[in-house]
């Protein structure tokens, strides 16, 4: 684990989550494992499912899949279950490490409840579970609409960025992700590679892939792309008076062309259609 959570105040704080949307919060370590949540007890229809032990498998693996896209895509991830369920997710971020996720679940978003009851059961038709007691749950179940859950989702991605703000979460300033972020932060433009920082801090390639899959949510090179990517972003939107060679070279790319290439696939536009789409105040990017 590398952060510390303030729990007294979390818990608090998902107390007015819950009281407020009335969905059932959850606030997970950067490992995924449960640190608070309000309620305590999870819905009885999960707990039905989970009953069944490859459903319950299932269940930590749609977790762990939901908790590599929100990492992978630094924002919220709202997503329909393996059981048929709304939950979503959302990374929180101190940095550019994630150390944690608030997630909320088991949540019934259906037009009615025969709707929403004849989908569960075929999502679950292959689990060995008490049918009748699965469904008597799922109909005792409130309805929430769409509106509601884009609303509770919203909130809960203010509620990550309150925690950091209110320095209710800490990173491990000792540890080694931590470490290794500061690194990449100050030497991304430089000749920076998954194999020089793997021989800097003396661990394995391995090891390496497996701190930024958890922390970053892909990979060593994609991380340092993306951070390149977005420094190029922020110059082709301040810096009016530099050439893209000169850009590319600030950011990173010894390689005039392929950063020409990689700006085009990450943003889906070149560099200077970038420029031109209304982003510049003054001045023009010259080649």
């Known amino acids: 684990m590398i952060s510390s959570f303030n729990l007294v105040k979390l818990n608090s704080l998902l107390k007015d989550f819950h009281n407020m949307s ?3 919060i959850t606030v997970f370590d950067d490992t995924f494992h449960e640190l608070a949540a309000c309620p305590e ?28 896209i929100a990492a992978r895509r630094r924002t919220l991830y709202t997503y ?8 979503s997710i959302t990374p929180i971020i101190v940095g550019n490490i994630v150390i944690g996720y608030l997630f909320f679940g088991h949540v019934f978003s259906y037009p009615s409840r025969e709707e929403g009851w004849d989908r569960i059961r075929q999502c679950c038709k292959d689990y060995q579970v008490d049918r009748q007691a699965l469904k008597a749950s799922v109909m005792s179940q409130p309805l929430v609409t ?6 509770a989702s919203h909130i809960m991605q203010a509620v990550a960025a309150y925690l950091c703000m209110e320095r209710m979460v800490s990173l491990h300033q000792q540890e ?32 390496l892939y497996e701190i930024a899959r958890q922390n970053y949510g892909m990979g060593i090179a994609e991380h340092i792309r993306n951070l390149r990517i977005d420094k190029a972003r ?4 301040e810096q009016t008076g530099l050439s893209l060679a000169e850009i590319a070279s600030d ?3 010894s390689d005039y062309n392929y950063f020409i290439t990689v700006f085009k696939r990450v943003v889906g536009i070149s560099p200077r259609a970038y420029a031109k789409g209304g982003r510049m105040t003054k001045g023009s990017i010259s080649s």
């Not at 769409?146 to 609303?151: D, E, F, P, Q, V």
């Not at 931590?178 to 433009?189: E, G, L, M, R």
């Open 146 to 151: 769409r509106n509601h859950l884009s609303s």
């Open 234 to 237: 922020r110059l082709l939107s």
């Open 80 to 87: 329909q279950c393996h059981a048929g369920l709304t939950e």
């Open 251 to 253: 950011c990173g790319f």
């Open 176 to 207: 080694l992700p931590v470490q290794i972020d500061a690194y990449i932060q100050s030497h991304f433009t430089e000749d920076l590679d998954a194999t020089g920082l793997a021989k800097h801090f003396g661990i394995g390639r391995t090891r």
């Open 22 to 24: 009335g969905i059932r």
């Open 41 to 68: 007890r999870i819905a009885d229809c999960c707990r039905i499912i989970r009953s069944d032990p490859d459903a319950a498998a299932r269940c930590h693996l749609c977790d762990d899949h939901a908790c590599e």
